[in-house]
């Protein structure tokens, strides 16, 4: 568990690095997708036609946002505060952007896996939902 938390977590990172802030958010969506596909295949789960429909306009509109940070350039007005306005708005090379975009779907896939595992030992095991996520300790460990 805690291998995906870290693979997930620092392909992300790495991502945030290369892509805008907005662009890095709208494709954690894509996680929707994942946990969708992995839950099928391991879970044995059926989806219906319209959740189907729905993981696709999902995934359109994930493609859209990754393709908007490659293509399109941002203008900066001209105005007193020029130095600040383009300096937090850097213009990204689209490949670095894509690459990012690329990773954070990557990263994704890590983070479905665990939330399948997860699904998994929730619903074969009767296990308390914050016993299921602290670190096992030792008898003489636990102190109240």
């Known amino acids: 568990m805690k291998l995906t ?3 997930g977590t620092t392909l992300m990172n790495v991502g945030l690095i290369l892509t805008p802030v907005s662009i890095y958010q709208m494709s954690r ?13 391991f879970l044995r789960r059926h989806l219906y036609l319209y959740q189907w429909t729905s993981l696709c306009i999902v995934v359109l509109g994930v493609c859209l946002v990754g393709l908007s940070g490659s293509l399109v350039k941002k203008s900066v007005n001209e105005g ?18 894509a690459l990012g975009v690329v990773l954070i779907l990557f990263a994704q896939n890590f983070t479905a896996c665990q939330y399948v595992v997860e699904e998994k030992i929730m619903t074969r095991y009767k296990v ?5 996520t602290t670190p096992i300790l030792r008898a003489d460990e636990r102190r109240l």
């Open 128 to 132: 308390e939902p914050l016993v299921s």
């Open 29 to 41: 969506g894509a996680l929707v997708l994942w946990v969708g596909i992995l839950s099928v295949m």
């Open 80 to 97: 007193p505060l020029e130095g600040l306005i383009r300096i937090a708005t850097s213009d990204d090379d689209p490949a670095k952007v």
């Open 5 to 7: 938390t870290v693979c």
